[in-house]
């Protein structure tokens, strides 16, 4: 498993912006965020590949902006215009397998997972 290093996160008034980071120990192909509120079931954030594909909740889009850095093997997540329901803790998550045309966008698609990153979204 690749070791994960999440940072980032914190509190902010709705509207306002957040980042994450997080930094894998070596190269990974695919890289994301999850989230998961109490009482909720996880869910995917977004996604991206080393080769720029990237994929979004809808719930997300145009809000989020994930990014990767390949040669830091970092993923980045800004968060804009961020929302109450977004609350939740962060994971970030990262598999080292090279993806082919169909990129899933899955839990069970990463193998390895961060501890996680407290996001609070006060209204």
């Known amino acids: 498993q690749v070791q994960l290093m999440e940072s980032g996160g914190g509190s902010v008034q709705a509207g306002g912006s957040l980042w994450l980071a997080c930094a894998a120990s070596?190269?990974?192909?695919?890289m994301a965020w999850f989230r998961q509120a109490p009482g909720k079931e996880r869910e995917r954030v977004a996604g991206?590949?080393?080769?720029?594909?990237?994929r979004y909740n809808e719930a997300v889009k145009g809000r989020f902006t994930i990014s990767k850095d390949n040669s830091k093997n970092t993923v980045y997540l800004q968060m804009n215009d961020l929302k109450p329901e977004d609350t939740a803790m962060y994971y970030c998550?990262?598999?080292?397998?090279?993806?082919?045309?169909?990129?899933?966008?899955?839990?069970?698609?990463?193998?390895?997972w961060g501890q996680g990153i407290q996001v609070t979204v006060s209204s």
């Open positions: 991206v590949t080393s080769d720029k594909r990237e």
């Open positions: 998550a990262a598999d080292r397998r090279f993806r082919g045309p169909v990129l899933e966008f899955d839990a069970t698609e990463f193998d390895s």
């Open positions: 070596e190269y990974v192909f695919y």
